[in-house]
């Protein structure tokens, strides 16, 4: 059995009297978003709006907090907070609001296949694992998929339904965890065990409409990819996903693919290594990305701030913290055992296709090996597509990057996507 605490109705729907959510939230990646985007396109020809950008930023999150829920799973005795982007929607929103039109209640149906996109987190503190985490990523979908969605609605069709989950974690202070389930995590089951949890959720959203011509994305970054590929075991053990195209097709079952980006646990190198490269890579990822990217230094420094002042709208909508005595304890020792997991190494199974995206300068994952490698295939596919891609299992490739732990986030081609996205809606305005 499980019980999901459902998505309450907006603030701006329930009186004058209550402030909007934009005037109650403190949102820190605005500011440094609008200086990114200012200094992209100073001394050019693209005159940018900003209050067309902070249109787009606050909706984005919005509609997250209020579309945040908590799973509940007596089954297996935790429960975690979940936020959710769905890109179609949020186009519709804007068009309307710039285009000053009601769309009609049916629009032309969408040939194209849902998306739905699942995100798995990291754990370090009782704060970590919320449905917030690594909010660049539905933020980058919702950016991107703007201009086309806005242009589809404008001709009467319905854009692409793309639904970008993240799984926050029975750890975090919406969260929480029997004795019960913190026993079945022990003795290096933490992957397995938060994938059986994350699985029954995410049948629980296959089911919802009964939405068989679907794909599915697992996402997972750094610790995130062990419960990624954990998840996928599940999913795939009682088929309720395919990684079989022909599958996919003939049974009309979700087709499934899982992307790990700087996936931590399954990093090439000796266990013994990884139990202090790993928090000591983490301190030195921390520290460079904090005095050398302005927009995470800025979110990050306020982080706090922004969590504080979405509690306090969770908590009147029926989703307070849990955070007695005994949960605290919990937590803590639920954090202890997923880094201890991740500490020991969580390979990925050879029969699970995945894409594999690792920084040559990751300092938790860092091997002089698999650098040397990586140089020796670009050298020999020099000019082809794959010569940053190597593959040691079928079904498994492996793109190494120039980059370190922590990806950047606002690089030049993502502000020209959030030029594109401001521009299509002020050409909507203006029409």
Request: a negative charge; glycine letters at 6%; proline letters at 6%.
């Amino acid at each position: 059995m499980s019980f999901e605490t459902p998505p309450p109705a907006s603030f701006e729907q329930e009186g004058n009297e209550r402030k909007s959510i934009r005037e109650r939230i403190v949102f820190p990646h605005v500011q440094p978003i609008l200086e990114a985007l200012e200094k992209q396109f100073e001394g050019t020809d693209k005159k940018l709006d900003s209050e067309v950008v902070k249109d787009i930023l606050y909706e984005f999150i919005e509609q997250r907090i209020n579309r945040a829920g908590v799973y509940e799973s007596s089954e297996q005795g935790a429960s975690f907070p979940w936020g959710v982007t769905d890109t179609a929607e949020l186009a519709k929103k804007l068009y309307s609001r710039y285009s000053g039109e009601v769309l009609p209640e049916k629009l032309e149906p969408n040939p194209e296949k849902r998306k739905k996109e699942f995100m798995f987190t990291s754990l370090q503190l009782v704060q970590s694992g919320s449905q917030f985490a690594f909010m660049e990523e539905p933020l980058h979908q919702a950016v991107k998929d703007l201009p086309r969605a806005l242009s589809m609605l404008k001709d009467g069709k319905e854009p692409e339904a793309n639904e970008i989950y993240t799984l926050g974690s029975p750890t975090n202070e919406l969260g929480s965890m029997s004795p019960e389930f913190l026993e079945k995590i022990k003795n290096g089951k933490v992957f397995d065990e938060f994938g059986k949890l994350y699985s029954e959720f995410i049948k629980s959203k296959i089911r919802e409409k009964q939405e068989k011509d679907t794909e599915i994305l697992l996402y997972g970054q750094s610790m995130g990819a062990s419960f990624a590929t954990g998840t996928a075991k599940h999913l795939l053990d009682d088929e309720s996903v395919t990684q079989s195209r022909e599958a996919a097709e003939e049974k009309d079952t979700p087709f499934l693919q899982v992307r790990l980006d700087m996936p931590v646990g399954s990093a090439d190198t000796p266990e013994k290594r990884k139990k202090w490269q790993i928090p000591v890579g983490f301190a030195l990822d921390t520290a460079y990305t904090m005095a050398t990217d302005p927009y995470l230094r800025t979110a990050m420094a306020n982080d706090k701030k922004f969590l504080s002042s979405t509690q306090e709208i969770f908590t009147e909508r029926s989703m307070p913290p849990v955070m007695s005595e005994e949960q605290v304890a919990l937590k803590k020792q639920g954090i202890k055992e997923a880094i201890n997991s991740l500490r020991a190494g969580t390979p990925i199974p050879e029969d699970l296709k995945v894409t594999n995206v690792v920084g040559l300068y990751d300092p938790l994952m860092y091997s002089g090996e698999f650098n040397k490698e990586m140089k020796a295939h670009k050298k020999e596919h020099r000019g082809s597509l794959g010569k940053s891609m190597v593959s040691k299992s079928p079904g498994q490739r492996t793109f190494g990057i120039n980059m370190h732990h922590t990806m950047p986030y606002l690089r030049e081609n993502e502000l020209n996507r959030f030029y594109q996205a401001a521009k299509s809606l002020k050409d909507l305005k203006q029409s």
